[in-house]
Nanobody, 126 residues
Framework: QVQLVESGGGLVQPGGSLRLSCVAS????????MAWFRQLPGKEREFVGA????????YDADSVKGRFTISRDNAKNTVYLQMDSLKPEDTAVYYC???????????????????WGQGTQVIVSS
């Protein structure tokens, strides 16, 4: 069974930066993608970005392109989300997730991710 644990959330001022981490344990194989989603109260979980474990291919949401960077350290089984130039509208609970055997058409689809972390709160406010 795959377990995912996020960390790094907190309170930051507009324009500031945070780096989220997601440590994975369990599971086998290399054919999966790790993704970050975020969710505001009463709203659907929104795709932020994803990275393939095997080749490092990255997929970003338009809303964060140029500000957020997803990366991975396979040796540490960890995925990161570097968030720069944060805005109040980035305030949300951020989740990491894993999709097994992803294809291009499913990598942004939250319903295709079987494993989720517990989430970490990010608040952007002055």
């Amino acid at each position: 069974q795959v377990q995912l644990v996020e960390s790094g959330g907190g309170l930051v001022q507009p324009g500031g930066s945070l780096r989220l981490s997601c440590v994975a344990s369990g599971g086998t194989g290399n054919s999966y993608a790790m993704a970050w989603f975020r969710q505001l109260p009463g709203k659907e979980r929104e795709f932020v970005g994803a990275i393939r474990r095997a080749n490092g291919a990255i997929y970003d949401a338009d809303s964060v392109k140029g500000r957020f960077t997803i990366s991975r350290d396979n040796a540490k089984n960890t995925v990161y989300l570097q968030m720069d130039s944060l805005k109040p509208e980035d305030t949300a609970v951020y989740y990491c997730a894993r999709q097994i055997n992803p294809i291009l058409s499913t990598i942004r689809d939250r319903n295709r991710y079987a494993f989720w972390g517990q989430g970490t709160q990010v608040i952007v406010s002055s």
